[in-house]
T-cell receptor, first 119, second 115 residues
Framework: GAVVSQHPSRVICKSGTSVKIECRSL??????MFWYRQFPKKSLMLMAT?????????EQGVEKDKFLINHASLTLSTLTVTSAHPEDSSFYIC???????????????FGPGTRLTVL | AQSVTQLDSHVSVSEGTPVLLRCNYS??????LFWYVQHPNKGLQLLLK??????LVKGINGFEAEFKKSETSFHLTKPSAHMSDAAEYFC?????????????FGKGTKLSVIP
């Protein structure tokens, strides 16, 4: 159980275009989803926290107008990178938290990640 | 506030020898601690977690870690390295009580296994 998927796994786009990344919890309801960014050979940086049906909370330094997050249902969150530029190229990883049942409150389940390359 | 320090950015061991990946933490709250593994271009897989039960935690693939409050450490060990263990390992801390459940990641330790 507790599987999180991401789509697409890899995307290449031209500078100035927008890219949408989906994160789905496949076998549980995710009250909260998180979006991370990972630079090459670096740790994960939390970008934002989203709760179903409400606005995402962005970490300091993350542009909310550039990285649009929508958490429309308990199983789906989307990250849209708007007007992408080469510096947005990175590995984006989502995670989901159950919030219910026997799982610890702070246990997160991670998706496999999306490699974004902006030309 | 909480933070994690992984003391080695790169560890190299020979296949069949023990593995030790070091992690120290700092937390204002009683922490939960995790070790995750990431293979190249893959997502994160939970190896093990400490959530205030037994201080010696056994995880998957033969890994284990010991929570030492007096040393604020949570080092990851394995008796005998396998080639498939080569990956990036992250030590993670989070408050275990009510309140924020955000995870704070260490910078990672790359484990290389030499045949």
């Amino acid at each position: 159980g507790a599987v999180v998927s991401q789509h697409p796994s890899r995307v290449i786009c031209k500078s100035g275009t927008s890219v949408k990344i989906e994160c789905r919890s496949l076998d549980f309801q995710a009250t909260t989803m998180f979006w991370y960014r990972q630079f090459p050979k670096k740790s994960l940086m939390l970008m934002a926290t989203s709760n179903e049906g409400s606005k995402a909370t962005y970490e300091q330094g993350v542009e909310k107008d550039k990285f649009l997050i929508n958490h429309a249902s308990l199983t789906l969150s989307t990250l849209t990178v708007t007007s992408a530029h080469p510096e947005d190229s990175s590995f984006y990883i989502c995670s989901a938290r159950t919030g219910t049942g026997g799982a610890p409150r702070n246990e997160q389940f991670f998706g496999p990640g999306t490699r974004l390359t902006v030309l | 506030a909480q933070s994690v320090t992984q003391l080695d950015s790169h560890v190299s061991v020979s296949e069949g020898t023990p593995v030790l990946l070091r992690c120290n933490y700092s937390s204002s709250y009683s922490p939960s601690l995790f070790w995750y593994v990431q293979h190249p271009n893959k997502g994160l897989q939970l190896l093990l977690k400490y959530t205030s039960a037994a201080t010696l935690v056994k995880g998957i693939n033969g890994f284990e870690a010991e929570f030492k409050k007096s040393e604020t450490s949570f080092h990851l060990t394995k008796p005998s390295a396998h080639m498939s263990d080569a990956a990036e390992y992250f030590c993670v801390v989070s408050p275990s009580g009510a309140g924020s459940y955000q995870l704070t990641f260490g910078k990672g330790t790359k484990l290389s296994v030499i045949p």
